[in-house]
């Protein structure tokens, strides 16, 4: 399984663009990339998937460079409602592999 | 809209009781998981089940079982709590491989004392 390292935590004002990169040097062929968000006192939720290159949602872009070694997933004109933990996680698309979701990354937006 | 539903919010009890934490889903998904969330560590998978009476044992199974009888529900027994096992505890449901959407329930805050 593609170990993933993402910044533990992170701070940004209202209305910032945040980028939050993840590490994930040893990512397989046929790993896709996803995003999960999870509010206080909730359970976590899908944000975004991608394989390469770029996708965009309503909720944020993920940006992924040719060797796929990392991503980057950025949140347009944060608010405070986006103080969040972020997420990164690798797997494949095949089979029942389970998935690590690991510490995350804890965004906190400043008024 | 899908659900993944935990019995309870919070539960308290005592060293050495046993427990069950149970969680339903209601999407017909194949794929269930339980982690444990713990301050600093992030989430940690405990057990995943791909079936009904299957099971795999994820990162940090031990002191914990699972059962699986029906699809739609899949429980958590600590056979012996200890005051270790004291942490927040989110069931998770997926229909097919980690690249499809996984569906959380809210979360059981466990106090063992």
């Known amino acids: 399984l593609a170990k993933t390292t993402q910044p533990i935590s992170m701070d940004s004002y209202e209305g910032q663009e945040v980028n939050i990169t993840c590490s994930h040097n040893?990512?397989?062929?046929?790993?896709?990339i996803t995003w999960y968000q999870q509010f206080p006192s909730q359970g976590p939720r899908f944000i975004i998937q991608g394989y390469k290159t770029k996708v965009t949602n309503e909720v944020a872009s993920l940006f992924i460079p040719a060797d796929r070694k990392s991503s980057t997933l950025s949140l347009p004109r944060v608010s405070l409602s986006d103080t969040a933990v972020y997420y990164c996680?690798?797997?494949?698309?095949?089979?029942?592999?389970?998935?690590?979701f690991g510490t995350g990354t804890k965004l906190q937006v400043i008024p | 809209d899908v659900k993944v539903t935990q019995s309870s919010r919070y539960l308290v009890k005592r060293t050495g009781e046993k427990v069950f934490l149970e969680c339903v889903q209601d999407?017909?998904?194949?794929?269930m998981f339980w982690y444990r969330q713990d301050p600093g560590l992030g989430l940690r998978l405990i057990y995943f089940?791909?079936?009904?009476?299957?099971?795999e044992k994820g990162d940090i199974p031990e002191g914990y079982s699972v059962s699986r009888e029906k699809k739609e529900r899949f429980s958590l027994i600590l056979e012996s709590a200890s005051t270790n096992q004291t942490s927040m505890y989110l069931c998770?449901?997926?229909?097919?491989?980690?690249?499809?959407?996984?569906?959380f329930g809210q979360g059981t805050r466990l106090t063992v004392v």
């Open positions: 996680l690798v797997g494949q698309s095949g089979g029942y592999q389970k998935v690590t």
């Open positions: 040893n990512i397989a062929t046929n790993d896709y």
């Open positions: 089940s791909y079936d009904v009476k299957m099971k």
């Open positions: 998770a449901s997926r229909q097919g491989p980690p690249t499809t959407e996984a569906f």
């Open positions: 999407m017909d998904h194949e794929n």
